[in-house]
């Protein structure tokens, strides 16, 4: 909105654009589930199982695109500045590539990061029968496996799933709603996701036993091609403005014990002057004070 | 005696809270790592890779269980929060969660702040601060408070005056509404254009010295890649003599300075202009009085006091001031122009008397 060249007429335009420019807390990431060419049934399913879980912030192309993200990105670029989605799912097939689904992240409308998954097994949401939880559930992200840290791709890889899956930021949550699991393992070279319900059942103390109900949809994943970004703007991209970090609070210090010592800045004073409770025996009866004046100054009489 | 009893006791109490506690306790080789601001948990243990090998319900039922425990962990960290009541004693419990620690990039780059326009840079130097006006102001026509403009404002809708005085030193037969409708469209005009003028400044402020030489994401116009592209040519070890150039690209060198030329008079040129250069040069550095642009002078200094005075009355009302420093500069706001070209002709005089040798 700084730098429009063409002002917005209306408060409605103005809204929209402010909505979409850059600020120092950014809105909750949508992402954008765009079918290829050639998608065929169970990649069709997989993105609408996702878009499911993604609600509300996630937007489903209802038309086949036919692109090819690894060799050309303008056309999601395109799309993520009309949609203002910064995270893609886009889901392929073809006789080489089985059942394609790349998993994409941008920044500043540009393709930061591309990884490349193939999709094994399939459970849709629609073939487990049981209840689910309501749509917009923060999930639980839990993620198994030593490759995740070993692996670069794979650490990236987990970076992508945290940032699609996340959903909104938010400082306090209840604690009934906490109902969704998804659960990552990475396993002999492939990726395991499975999500689900979570019972909370008795148990001895405070805290409740966990049960769990397999849900929502389920994928056995292998990684194929990785897009990553470079390393200065991979660290472009993580720089976080200066206006975010919290304010100190000064002369405010605390202790071991968990006592809150303030600091208070006195100028001098002087203590002779100081406003003391007032006892009623010791106050000067007019007599005394009289006395104690002696040579005082009369009044300046007013000539008349 | 005693102390054996104590011990049994504490030891008893101890095996009862473990037992409470079976239920939800799990046993795992490397504690997992937690960001409970995202509900985020990671779990480092190698998972059984070969129990996981063999497809089928199995494999399933082991997920299941790896599940099971990683969200017990994660669940007990979560409920450890500290929580309350929302909404009263019969509300929900709700956790406070604390801010989220993976560190994740951000959608579009932080916003950066936009240089001061040239009124704004005025306004800081002179001192003037905004007032404040109130939205609603009142109408005596209509008897209410109306708006102080757009929809319905006080004092009427301009488009349709039905009055147009003529002023006292116009034309009796111009028309008078062409003449304020002409005079709208100039001012619109005007502000659009200084707004453009501001925004192209700032644009180019912003892109003056590229920090890192090209912007990774490809917001790189024309002109920064030029220059970018010359830099790299130079930087060779024959300073760009023998790069290669593309079709349409001029062939002889591109100045360094970029195009503003300094002209260097010819060292054996015209004799006599040098002679009375030179000569003029000496009566400057010799004579008694120095040779002082007053108007410059004075609006340097003013321009200073001006300066000063707004960094330390901060507080302190600026009308006064502003008045007195508007009226000081008049006089000598174009005191540029003037002082250059008064001083030939003041020194002129003189100059004949001694070139006249």
């Known amino acids: 909105l700084i730098y429009c060249y063409r002002k917005p007429k209306t408060k409605r335009a103005k809204r929209f654009l402010e909505k979409r420019e850059p600020k120092l807390n950014e809105n909750t990431k949508n992402a954008m589930l765009i079918k290829g060419g050639n998608a065929n049934l169970t990649v069709t399913e997989v993105l609408k199982d996702i878009y499911a879980v993604k609600k509300p912030f996630a937007v489903v192309y209802k038309r086949k695109n036919i692109t090819r993200p690894f060799e050309d990105q303008t056309s999601l670029e395109f799309f993520s500045k009309k949609s203002d989605c910064s995270l893609f799912l886009f889901g392929s097939h073809n006789k080489k590539r089985p059942n394609n689904l790349i998993i994409g992240r941008m920044f500043d409308y540009h393709v930061l990061d591309m990884i490349e998954l193939g999709v094994e097994n399939f459970v849709s949401l629609k073939d487990i029968k049981n209840s689910k939880c309501p749509e917009g559930t923060k999930p639980m992200l839990i993620f198994a496996g030593d490759m995740f840290d070993v692996n670069e791709e794979y650490r990236r890889l987990k970076s992508l799933l945290i940032d699609f899956f996340r959903g909104p930021t938010v400082p306090s949550i209840r604690l009934a709603g906490l109902e969704y699991v998804l659960h990552f393992t990475a396993v002999d070279g492939k990726i395991y996701m499975r999500s689900y319900k979570v019972l909370l059942k008795k148990s001895g103390c405070k805290i409740p036993r966990i049960e769990l109900e397999e849900m929502g949809p389920s994928l056995d994943l292998v990684m194929r091609r990785t897009h990553l970004a470079s390393d200065d703007l991979y660290k472009l991209s993580l720089k976080q403005p200066k206006g975010l970090k919290p304010k100190k609070k000064k002369n405010i210090s605390h202790d071991v014990f968990g006592t809150t010592y303030g600091r208070i800045h006195m100028q001098k004073q002087d203590l002779s002057k100081l406003q003391t409770r007032k006892m009623k025996g010791l106050k000067k009866r007019p007599a005394e004070k009289s006395a104690e004046d002696g040579g005082a100054t009369p009044k300046k009489s007013k000539s008349a | ?357």
Not at chain 2, 216 to 228: A, F, I, M, N, S
Not at chain 2, 246 to 262: D, M, N
């Open chain 2, 1 to 357: 005696m005693a102390a054996v009893r104590v011990e049994a006791v504490l030891a008893a109490a101890e095996e009862q809270e473990a037992e409470k506690r079976r239920s939800i306790t799990v046993e795992k080789e490397l504690e997992l790592e937690y960001d409970l601001g995202n509900l985020l948990a990671v779990d480092r243990n190698p998972p059984p890779a070969a129990a996981l090998r063999g497809a089928g319900p199995r494999r399933e039922a082991l997920l299941q269980a790896l599940a099971r425990d990683n969200t017990q962990l994660l669940m007990s960290r979560l409920w450890e929060l500290p929580a309350e009541r929302a909404g009263g004693a019969g509300g929900p419990l709700v956790a406070q969660l604390p801010e989220p620690t993976f560190r994740l990039p951000r959608e579009k780059p932080p916003p950066k702040p936009r240089p001061p326009t040239r009124w704004e840079q005025f306004a800081r130097l002179k001192g003037i601060r905004r007032k404040k006006k109130t939205s609603l102001v009142w109408d005596e026509q209509a008897k209410e408070w109306r708006r102080r403009w757009g929809y319905r404002r006080a004092g009427g809708d301009p488009s349709r005056a039905w009055l147009a005085e003529v002023p006292a030193g116009a034309d009796p037969e111009e028309d008078q509404f062409a003449r304020l409708r002409r005079e709208k469209r100039e001012r619109v005009a005007r502000n659009e254009l200084n707004r453009l003028r501001n925004l192209a400044r700032a644009h180019r402020a912003g892109s003056a010295v590229p920090a890192a030489p090209l912007h990774p994401t490809g917001h790189q116009d024309r002109d920064e890649l030029r220059r970018v592209a010359r830099v790299a040519r130079v930087s060779t070890a024959s300073l760009g003599r023998f790069q290669p150039r593309l079709p349409k690209e001029s062939a002889e060198p591109p100045s360094r300075s970029g195009g503003k030329k300094r002209r260097f008079e010819p060292l054996l040129g015209n004799l006599a202009a040098e002679r009375s250069r030179q000569l003029e040069l000496l009566r400057d550095m010799g004579s008694k009085k120095p040779v002082l642009d007053i108007t410059r002078a004075v609006n340097k200094q003013l321009r200073q006091e001006e300066a000063e005075a707004a960094a330390a009355n901060k507080g302190k009302k600026q009308s006064k001031r502003g008045k007195r420093g508007r009226r000081q500069q008049r006089p000598g706001r174009s005191g540029k122009k003037n002082g250059t070209r008064r001083q030939p002709q003041q020194q002129k005089p003189a100059g004949g008397g001694i070139g006249g040798r």
